[in-house]
């Protein structure tokens, strides 16, 4: 009887450690879940090429695009020369519609339409030019991956 009752004592205590351990470790995780940030598929920041098509051959422009994680606002750089914000103008046919925002004083030409849609991996840019059809251009960017801390 009393070897009978020990072990079930053992096998109680043994239920309760893990429980606890459990629990102690639920927290930790509950917490950093709770504080996770999940934007959309758009949000983040993409680099890469659009190109068109010239008399001369293929031009091609680097970009980088920061979308936010709403999905209705972000930036936009060619350059340190030629930069600005983005808005969300519309969506449709799967497409996210941002207008281009030059920063205050810098030249360079503006008022571009960024036309953005997932694909694949990758972030589809067809951008439609404020000049006209022939100054259009399109490519395909790559997410931009942070770096870890040391």
Known sequence: MRKTLFRMAVVVM???CVGGAGSALAHPLA???RHAHHGGPLSGTWSGFVSRQTSYGQQ???IVITINARQTAGSWSLGPACYGKLTLDSISG???HYLRHIARGLSCAGGDIDCLMRSGAG???AVTSHLGGGWDTSGTLKRVR???RR
């Open 14 to 16: 043994a239920l309760l």
């Open 31 to 33: 917490r950093a879940k």
């Open 60 to 62: 091609r422009t680097h």
């Open 94 to 96: 799967g497409y996210h």
């Open 123 to 125: 972030l589809y840019d």
């Open 146 to 148: 942070r770096r870890a």
